[in-house]
């Protein structure tokens, strides 16, 4: 199959290529924006694997996604299926325009790029979280009239219903990942965002209690305390998405989400655990008045995450349970051990400068 797609040098994307060019006779078209990441990419491979993987400068935000006219020769009519993973992940709203151009527009450019090369599938990486302020995630489309915790969460809504619009010229299916964690076996992870960008707050905040000779003190994070974080390990995902190239049915939406998942509680003692420290704690919402300028301060480092910490989903993966049916992927089943396997990983390669 001639694939083509977005994202490949991100954290899910680096990963997704290895296994689609890994005992395959696939040929790989992967837009990339930046040289220097497409070449470490490339650099991954072994010489045979490199003459099926073919490197396409552009970016999503531009019409046609900036493709050079003798790449759109090559490529359109030629192309079986898109992956698009490519996005901006990061929820404030002071990135609303960005969120939109990249996600959105990035999208909608993407999607009449796809007509053109001729795709006959599409498949759309989007979130479990376009599941908003719901407690209960179905795999379905959702209203994107309804309340969103932020912009990341309501670009990823609508281009679900803008890719939906395209069914008439492809099969279209939608992935929804939820938060994606290091490999299951390894704990690598190639991300500074979500789980990993809340561990390197906390990590900076606990240097900023030595420094200030205040390690004694319990800190507080306002959260819920039956509040669940959904993890999904990195291979987990890639594995499904891989799968899904000769399984997925048109017009369906898949969430990838983890069926059990850990409190926000557990995770943050497993972090602490792995910080070396015990001086903080989740607080219900109503001890917000309260709060000491320190403990305003790491909630202010962990913002962006605050509604998550809140809130408690349970997500439906029926869909998901019938596309892995048969296959040697199993339905995730997540011990606290790999967790705290990941998040140590994290510590032990990514550690913040003292
Ligand atoms: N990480 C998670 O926990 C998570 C959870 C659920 C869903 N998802 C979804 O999974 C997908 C991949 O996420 P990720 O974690 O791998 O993100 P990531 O590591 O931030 O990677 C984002 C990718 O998008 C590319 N990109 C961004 N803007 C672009 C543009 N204008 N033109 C071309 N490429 C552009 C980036 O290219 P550069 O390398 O050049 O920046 C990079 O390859 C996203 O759609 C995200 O919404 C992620």
Redesign the pocket.
């Known amino acids: 199959m001639n694939i083509f797609l ?9 990963k997704l290529i290895q296994n689609l060019i890994e005992d395959t006779d696939h040929h790989l078209y992967l ?4 040289e220097k ?1 497409a070449e470490k990419i490339i650099s991954a491979f072994t010489r045979k694997q490199r003459k099926r993987i073919h490197l396409v400068h ?4 531009s019409l046609d ?1 900036g493709l050079r006219e003798n790449d759109k020769k090559k490529l359109y009519g030629k192309i079986d299926i898109v992956y ?6 990061k929820f404030e709203e002071d990135l609303r325009q960005e969120l939109f ?3 959105y527009d ?1 999208t909608r450019n993407i999607l009449n790029l796809a007509v053109k090369m001729g795709a006959k599938k599409f498949f759309y ?5 376009t599941v908003g302020k719901r407690n209960v995630g179905i795999e379905a489309l959702y209203d994107p009239s309804e309340d969103y915790n932020n912009p ?1 969460e309501e670009s ?1 809504v609508q281009s679900e219903h803008l890719v939906n619009s395209y069914r008439d010229h492809m099969d279209i299916s939608i992935f ?6 290091g490999d299951s076996k390894t704990g690598e992870a ?2 500074a ?3 990993y960008g809340f561990m390197r707050a906390l990590e900076i905040f606990k240097k900023r209690t030595i420094r200030t000779g205040r390690t004694g003190q319990v800190y507080r994070i306002v959260g819920a305390i039956k509040g669940t974080s959904n993890f ?1 390990p990195v291979d987990y995902v890639v594995d499904i998405l891989s799968h899904a190239l000769s399984r997925a049915e048109n017009e369906k939406v898949y969430n990838i989400t983890n069926p059990d998942p850990p409190t926000n509680l557990a995770i943050l003692t497993w972090i602490q655990q792995a910080l070396e420290i015990n001086n903080l704690s989740i607080v219900e919402n109503s001890a917000l008045q309260d709060l000491s300028s320190e403990e305003l301060r790491l909630n202010g480092m962990i913002e962006v995450f605050a509604a998550y910490l809140k809130s408690s989903v349970i997500f439906d993966d029926e869909n998901t349970k019938r596309l892995i049916a048969g296959s040697d992927i199993e339905h995730l089943n997540l011990s606290e051990e790999t967790i705290r396997m990941i998040i140590n990983a994290y510590f032990e390669t990514k550690a913040v400068p003292a």
């Open positions: 977005t994202g490949s040098t991100g954290f899910l994307g680096g837009l990339f924006r930046n990441k552009g970016d999503i935000t996604c698009h993973l490519a996005a901006l992940v151009e990249i996600n990035g990486v989007s979130t479990a979280y990341y990823k929804r990942p939820a938060i994606i964690v190639d991300s965002f979500t789980l999904v």
